[in-house]
């Protein structure tokens, strides 16, 4: 009689990893004192970006895609109707944190467990973009519409993609990423960063921003 695999082990390990790293963030964004911006964008973090959006500053790059997640990052719920730095700062490091507490719960549950219980491929035991990892996705792709749907760290979650997701979206999904790549056969945070360029449709500038905040804020000697 074929062992049941139980995904749930996998899938608390993981959602223990990604709350580390949000715990990084959070402490980065309470010990940060200036915006220390440069008119070279390939020096900035999503961090940056996001204390940025908190003194309410105006985001100065022509780039139709960092237009769109700043005015998304304007118009989401935590912002406009606060006026205090200190508050805002507060509602991100709460919503930071609210979100590490619901990350991929929905795997634990019905439909995700039971399709990744039964799916043949285990995540952690294939490498990003192989063959198999591609099988993957089309095998288990009921979960994944299912996952995408109620999380909104997944540029699927959103009908344009990346291009509709805000600050703290991209915060919470750079440390899922960073996270997978540790499960996964030679998993490496920035080749999974270049590779996703394609498949999410962004471009050199989104890709140096995510590199820069995986090296600034996960790789610190």
Known sequence: MKKIYDSSKDTMEHIITVGNYIDIIVDEI?????????DNINKMTLIDFLILLQKGEELYIKNKLLENVYSNSRDYKLKEKYRSQEVLCKLY???LLDRKVNHDKTKLEYPEKQSFDNSNYKLNQISYGSEDYLKSLFEL??????????????????????YGMNIMDLLEMICDWKASSQRQN???????????????????KMVKILSNTAEKYFFKN
């Open 30 to 38: 309470r010990k940060y004192k200036k915006v220390d911006i440069t």
């Open 93 to 95: 490091i709460d919503e």
């Open 141 to 162: 792709r009921q979960a994944l519409t299912h996952h995408y749907r109620y999380n909104r760290h997944h540029p699927e979650h959103f009908g344009n993609g990346i």
């Open 186 to 204: 030679d998993g490496d945070i920035f080749d999974g960063i270049e590779k996703q360029k394609q498949r999410f449709n962004y471009d050199n």
